[in-house]
């Protein structure tokens, strides 16, 4: 069974960096065989697209964010990660990560992180 | 990217069938037959339900439908349960990136 789970801070300072890592069982990041995403949603609002990464270190992002926005892959810790800069408390939300198996399909999904941003 | 366009709820008795739709543009869901449904309870994660518009994931419900014309996706729920009481997101590939709708929440009276 495939299971992913959300880890890093609760709570950001206005302008510093978001940094989040996934940890997933159950698959390995190192067989390319699935794209590793990262959803977002702010209070009360509805879900927003982050972006993803593949093994070999190809990423895609949202147009809205890709100025702040980095993401990675360990494979030998079988982790990815999402590094959002300059943070505001509009970036206030759940992370998600989950599994891409390609054209957008997340079949596993992480239970969500809080990241609060407030000085 | 503008997010798919949803009602914000719908509602429905149990037993009944409700469709919530799902628009967006000739770029996304009227460009790839890749449209995802997904359920979410609030405080959970989201559950696929329906992926490449009318394919349901193994252990999900043949109660969910999903289809599309134009631009427009739509997904079915027949036989309406209490525990399909949730907020209900679609998504579209939209080369290399994804869009999500807004989220319709499905209330059974």
């Known amino acids: 069974q495939v299971q992913l789970q959300e880890s890093g801070p609760g709570l950001v300072k206005p302008s510093q960096t978001l940094s989040l890592t996934c940890t997933v069982s159950?698959?390995?990041?190192?067989?390319?065989?699935?794209?590793w995403t990262w959803v977002r949603q702010p209070p009360g609002k509805g879900l927003e697209w982050i972006g993803y990464t593949y093994n070999s270190g190809n990423t895609y992002y949202s147009p809205s964010l890709s100025s702040r926005l980095s993401m990675s892959v360990d494979t030998s810790k079988n982790q990815f990660s999402l590094k959002l800069s300059s943070v505001t408390a509009a970036d206030t939300a759940v992370y998600y990560c989950a599994r891409d198996r390609g054209y957008g399909v997340n079949d596993y999904w992480g239970q969500g992180t809080l990241v609060t941003v407030s000085s | 990217q503008s997010a798919l366009t949803q009602p914000a709820s719908v509602s429905g008795s149990p037993g009944q069938s409700i469709t919530i739709s799902c628009t967006g543009t000739s770029s996304d869901v009227g460009a790839y037959n890749h449209v995802s449904w997904y359920q979410h309870h609030p405080g959970k994660a989201p559950k696929l339900m329906i992926y490449?518009?009318?394919y349901r994931p193994s252990g999900i419900s043949n109660r969910f439908a999903g289809s599309k014309s134009a631009n427009t996706a739509s997904l079915t729920i027949s036989g309406l349960q209490a525990e399909d009481e949730a907020d209900y997101y679609c998504s579209s590939y939209a080369s290399i990136r994804v869009v999500f709708g807004g989220g319709t929440k499905v209330t059974v009276l």
């Open positions: 159950g698959d390995s990041l190192s067989s390319g065989d699935h794209y």
């Open positions: 490449d518009v009318s």
